[in-house]
């Protein structure tokens, strides 16, 4: 791909920016209206977002979601579905009766949750916790007395498969911040 210098022109108290950039439609749009006289490190910042929403889109689709889903502002249903169908299949539940079988399955969206809640500052969820939320959200018991025997080697076994698909959701993204680091170190 042949790269181009891009010029933002200075405005105010802002001084130009030269940064160069693949030849490349990339539609990028903001929210909420912006003042007269952008400056140029708003259009440079655009312009990185642009490069990190392009990172995103070279991960497989249930990735993506899976990256949604823990860090989208605006997680939506899909994202879940999505995360919890990725990590259920990554996961390899073992053998258990049909009963276990469906809570491990419910177990899955609620290690989701714990990991989400990680990510954001919380702390992980105990054995209390999940059995509460187990109740709350899909109406079934887990026994938290037998957690160690019954529930704790799955759920050790599900946060490292999301912690493994979640090192690989944001492997591009990091890509794209190295690169950038570089470039305005050089």
Avoid: C
């Amino acid at each position: 791909m042949r790269r181009h210098e891009a010029v933002f022109a200075a405005l105010g108290e802002d001084k130009e920016e030269r940064i160069q950039v693949v030849r490349q439609k990339i539609s990028i749009s903001e929210t909420h209206g912006t003042p007269v006289g952008r400056s140029t490190a708003r259009a440079a910042h655009l312009a990185t977002i642009g490069k990190v929403l392009r990172a995103i889109d070279t991960l497989p689709f249930q990735v993506q979601q899976f990256g949604h889903y823990l860090y989208h502002p605006a997680m939506n249903m899909r994202h879940l579905l999505n995360a919890v169908l990725l990590v259920t299949a990554k996961a390899a539940l073992p053998d258990l009766t049909s009963a276990k079988r469906v809570k491990a399955q419910y177990l899955v969206t609620l290690a989701l949750q714990s990991y989400k809640g990680e990510v954001h500052g919380a702390a992980e969820w105990g054995p209390a916790r999940v059995a509460a939320e187990m109740m709350t959200f899909f109406g079934a018991s887990v026994d938290q007395n037998n957690w160690n025997r019954d529930w704790r080697d799955l759920w050790v076994s599900l946060r490292k498969v999301i912690e493994e698909v979640d090192v690989q959701a944001q492997q591009p993204i990091w890509q794209v911040i190295h690169s950038e680091k570089d470039q305005e170190a050089a």
